[in-house]
């Protein structure tokens, strides 16, 4: 069952996350117009960064960070930043894990059915 506080950690940095995401991608559209999609490119790059920072110091017996800090900057600050950082720390769990073919179809697959499901639903609300 889920517990409301872990709800609200998730809810909170989600929200900052999100507003984070939109704070960045504004500005670095405005600080450098262009076609090419600079700021969501700077939110992912980050949101890996970010998370590897966290995953790094909340892994093992007394890590500096808590669960519950871990709770709020990795599935909260990063899942409303980008889902690309979360999608990252996944495969380079399977790569560590020694499950590089596992790794490579679980990008592949990603990939695939990400670029699908994005025309399927701009053809379905056509």
């Known amino acids: 069952m889920f517990m409301l506080k872990n709800i609200l950690l998730v809810a909170f940095g989600g929200a900052a996350g999100s507003v984070a995401r939109y704070i960045l991608s504004k500005a670095a559209l405005s600080a450098a ?5 600079l700021g969501t490119l700077a939110v992912n790059a980050l949101g890996c960064l970010i998370m590897g920072v966290v995953c790094g110091l909340s892994k093992g017996d007394g890590a500096p960070l808590s669960p519950d800090a871990k709770l709020l900057l990795a599935a909260g600050f990063c899942g409303g930043f980008t889902t690309f950082s979360a999608f990252m720390d996944e ?3 399977l790569i560590k894990g020694g499950d590089f073919p596992l790794c ?3 990008v592949f697959a990603s990939m695939a059915l990400g670029a699908s499901g994005l ?3 701009w053809y379905l609300a056509k």
């Open 33 to 37: 117009p262009s076609a090419f999609p």
């Open 91 to 93: 495969s380079l769990t």
């Open 104 to 106: 490579v179809l679980y």
């Open 119 to 121: 025309l399927a639903g």
